[in-house]
């Protein structure tokens, strides 16, 4: 058994997050195609953005969710020149919203509960500053909301919380073949062995944030 479970660690070690490209296309649903009179917008960086892309897409209220890149210093960063972890930027998700149906606030709480929120530097197997937590404000109601936040959560934990807390400046969407990947690929090892099952984690804990079965 041990050696089982040594091979089920060494297939998700190997086999990251951003690694295995795939050829199929997705629909040329844009973030201006959401009326700015209707939506709003928030980012987030949380390790590997195919499984920050799919939680949110779960969640009530949220309408879209898109893959990309965020936090950094560069100009249009790739997947590629991310990876390094010289641009500064993280792997990093656009999600647009419905704040009639659902809060700024309560995508607050849905970050923090999904992850591991005191681990630095990565989540999970993905490691490096590209896969670290980012919370990007943009105004300073929004920044209120994380700073109550993260000053109520830190006192449940003897290790400081992992996030950074950052002004959004850009986003930078990703390359096509990262959006809806974890529906495009569901067989993917790494979705299996690490978004599937951070994904479940997510509903078991927030069944009430979740939108009916038939529109996930």
């Known amino acids: ?55 949110y897409e779960s969640v009530s209220g949220v309408e879209e969710v898109f893959s990309g890149y965020s936090g950094g210093h560069t100009k249009n960063p790739t997947y590629e020149s991310s990876n390094t972890g010289r641009t500064g930027h993280a792997e990093a998700v656009e999600v647009i919203y419905d704040p009639k149906v659902v809060s ?65 400046d850009k986003f930078w969407m990703g390359e096509e073949y990262h959006q809806d990947y974890k529906v495009k690929n569901p067989n993917n090892p790494y979705i299996r062995n690490v978004s599937v099952p951070r994904y479940t984690r997510f509903k078991v804990r927030f069944p009430e944030l979740l939108k009916p079965k038939s529109e996930r």
């Not at 070690?13 to 951003?18: D, I, M, R």
């Not at 309560?106 to 005191?118: A, E, H, K, M, P």
């Open 1 to 55: 058994m041990k050696s089982f479970y040594s091979l089920i660690l060494l297939s998700i070690l190997f086999v990251s997050c951003g690694k295995a490209q795939n050829s199929q296309t997705t629909s040329k649903l844009t973030s201006e195609s959401f009326s700015n009179d209707t939506y709003e917008r928030a980012y987030f960086a949380s390790g590997c953005f195919w499984c920050v892309e799919t939680i």
């Open 104 to 168: 700024f606030k309560t995508l607050i709480d849905v970050y923090f509960g999904s992850q591991n929120v005191t681990q630095q530097n990565g989540q999970g197997p993905d490691i490096g500053s590209q896969y670290r937590s980012i919370i990007f404000y943009q105004n300073e109601d929004q920044k209120a909301i994380i700073d109550t936040k993260m000053e109520s959560l830190s006192k449940e934990y003897n290790k400081p919380l992992a996030a950074e807390v950052m002004a959004f």
